[in-house]
């Protein structure tokens, strides 16, 4: 059990150390983009968040009216702790 | 407290520019946690949040060392928004498990109802919130995010879930925020209260804490949890956690590792859509497979305790794989397999099933 638990934990770190040293080209999740207003651009921000905090668990639901999806994410925001901009971007992605 | 610091700093030796340094750093820490900052959450009336009543249902048949169970499940959850800060929301679980009495006849069994959370939480800026009620305890990962049946990727619960993961009646901070363009954290703090004699909501006197990096890059989080039991015995319990979503695969791995007095164990499943096969590609997209290994080592109680707290009565390994079919948005058909070793007895599960998350928003029926 010891042994198990000694791997895992090198295996964590070894991919911590490999997240953190990985040179990635796209743009980062929390990129800050509060004052962007291109449509197409909030829109393919929302989707890579979605992908990025919500595909975590689940796959993509259909798209709810934005009421009751305003609801949702106000909901996603508490249980999955996504941050407030990855929240707005998501529900734009999800509504418009 | 101020004396306090000032001794310690003069102890140690630390100079007055890390002194000021220290003091603007944690005054800058309490300030962007306590000043109020304008909430980006839905402030057009097209997006005003309404009421909404959503939830699974499951309906599950598995064969575990011979013996056929029906499990039909069904978990409404209320949202109630009030306000832009507000949120009110709870779960019930409904749950019939029947089976056949010894010698035949038809099958018949009790149904459980618990009420797994109720909450309100308050979000007082883009860093935290504050939860008060009964809550879905934030030790580990599969209690809050993966429990539900429309959501996880094998319907058996892994063998460490009872540990540490009763819900709790009282108080929450929890939240989330970048650290970098790199690195986002989430934490919850949480205290509960001892809650007896009402059936379905009974919780302990503990308190604890989860903490966790999310990666966005390779999309990976690592995170640890405590909890600390303030009854009885006060015993320690604390968990690691890691979830894996690459991006050049559909693979979604998840993991956990939880020690405790009642035992300790980890389980690590990875699930694959098979959406890069280029054959039956309609059908490849929907179709996941699944697999699971996990462990169970048994603690300081007696086989009969941990048999009431849904614990393995002795030491256990189990290897399940299942396939998940996505029939439409919300709806998929599982199926798995699993093999369990233990000195109290080798045995095959199967289960077969249904799972539905349906969605009613109670107000605001305009379409997206």
Redesign the interface.
């Known amino acids: ?1 010891t042994r ?2 000694v791997l ?2 090198a295996l ?1 770190i070894g ?2 150390a ?3 040293s ?1 040179n ?1 080209k ?1 743009v ?4 800050p983009v ?1 004052h962007s207003t291109d449509p197409d651009t909030m829109r393919a921000l929302g989707e890579q968040r979605f992908r ?1 905090n919500c ?5 993509a ?15 996603m ?9 990855d ?2 971007l998501v ?1 734009f992605y999800m ?1 418009q | 407290m101020g004396l306090h610091l000032r001794s310690l700093f003069t102890k140690v030796g630390v100079g007055r520019w890390w002194r000021r340094l220290l003091a603007r750093l944690i005054c800058a820490f309490l300030l962007q946690f306590f000043a109020p900052v304008r ?4 402030t057009g009336d ?7 009543l ?1 939830g699974t249902a499951g309906f599950l048949t598995s064969v575990t060392a011979g013996q056929t169970l029906l499990d039909t499940q069904f978990n409404p959850v209320l ?1 109630v ?1 009030l306000g832009d800060r507000w ?1 009110v ?1 709870s779960r019930g679980e409904f749950e019939g498990v029947f089976q056949r009495a010894p010698g035949g006849g038809s099958f018949g069994g009790p149904v459980h109802k618990h009420l797994d959370y109720l909450q309100a ?1 308050y ?1 007082a800026n ?1 860093y935290v ?1 504050i ?1 008060a009620g009964r809550f879905l305890t934030p030790f580990g990962i599969f209690n ?3 429990y539900p049946e ?2 996880r990727a094998l319907q058996p619960d892994p063998l460490i879930l009872p540990i540490a993961t009763a819900s709790s009646d009282g108080a929450m901070l ?5 650290v ?5 954290v ?3 703090a949480y205290v509960s209260a001892t809650s007896i004699g009402v059936d379905g909501v009974e919780s302990e006197r503990h308190v604890g804490g989860r903490a966790g ?1 999310f ?8 995170g640890a949890s405590w909890q600390k039991t303030l009854q009885d015995d006060r015993k320690n319990a604390f968990g ?1 956690h ?4 690459p ?1 050049r695969v559909p693979l ?1 791995v998840h ?1 956990e ?1 939880a020690r405790a007095n009642q035992g ?1 164990g ?1 389980w ?1 499943e990875g699930a694959y859509r098979l959406s890069q096969i280029n054959v039956w590609n309609r059908a490849m997209r929907r179709t996941e497979i699944v697999g699971r290994m996990q ?1 169970f ?1 048994g603690g300081n109680i007696s086989p009969d305790t941990a048999a009431s707290l849904g614990l393995p009565v002795a030491n256990t390994r189990e290897t399940d794989f299942g396939v998940n079919y ?1 029939l439409k ?2 709806l998929k058909a599982v199926g798995s397999y699993g093999r369990q070793f233990s000195s109290a007895g080798n045995f095959n599960q199967w289960t077969v099933g249904i799972a539905y ?1 349906f ?1 009613i ?1 109670l ?6």
């Open positions: 059990m198990i638990f895992a934990f964590a991919l911590t490999w997240a953190a990985s990635t796209e980062s999740t929390s990129t509060a990025t595909g975590r668990c689940h796959a639901p259909q798209k709810f009216p934005p009421r009751a999806m305003s609801t949702v994410l106000r909901h925001r508490v249980r999955a702790t996504i941050t407030d901009e929240m707005r529900l509504t | 909430l980006h959450s839905q097209t997006e005003k949040p309404v009421p909404i959503s949202l928004p949120l929301e939480d979000i883009s919130t939860t809050e995010r993966l429309w959501i929890r939240g989330g925020f970048p970098n363009a790199r690195a986002n989430n934490y919850a990096v990666f966005p890059g390779p999309r990976l989080e690592i690691f890691l979830a894996w979503q991006r979604s993991s590792f300790s980890y690590a462990q080592i996505f948005d919300g998350r969605l928003p107000g605001g029926g305009d379409t997206p």
